[in-house]
């Protein structure tokens, strides 16, 4: 699996934003596509995850109710609607996938993007 991000950039804070996550190569239903982000100084942290079948999504605390993960099937595609974002909300953004039920750990996901950076102005 080959994963590809995009739609990073610099936002004030209350904006919102939309990553993609473009996948090629293997991509079953049961896999899990998850977003982690990684602030400078700090550890990879859990953001949203999803299936590919529809029937499962999760989110963090820190986020819910503000970002929105969806799929694409056909374009092979994730997307992380962010929302009401504030300055902690900086961070690496990656776009990962897990065949593992630890995929809310980022040694649970076998795969990687190569992650878009989100800065966020107050």
């Known amino acids: 699996v080959q994963l590809v991000e995009s739609g990073g950039g610099l936002v004030q804070a209350g904006g919102s934003l939309r990553l993609s996550c473009a996948a090629s190569g293997r991509t079953f239903s049961t896999y899990y596509m998850t977003w982690f982000r990684q602030a400078p100084g700090k550890e990879r942290e859990f953001v949203a995850a999803?299936?590919?079948?529809?029937?499962?999504?999760a989110y963090a605390d820190s986020v819910k109710g503000r970002f929105t993960i969806s799929r694409d099937n056909a374009k092979k595609t994730v997307y992380l609607q962010m929302s009401s974002l504030n300055p902690e909300d900086t961070a690496v953004y990656y776009c990962a996938a897990s065949t593992t039920p630890a995929w809310s750990r980022a040694p649970g996901n076998e795969y990687w993007g190569q992650g878009t950076l989100v800065t966020v102005s107050s």
């Open positions: 999803i299936r590919w079948s529809g029937d499962f999504t």
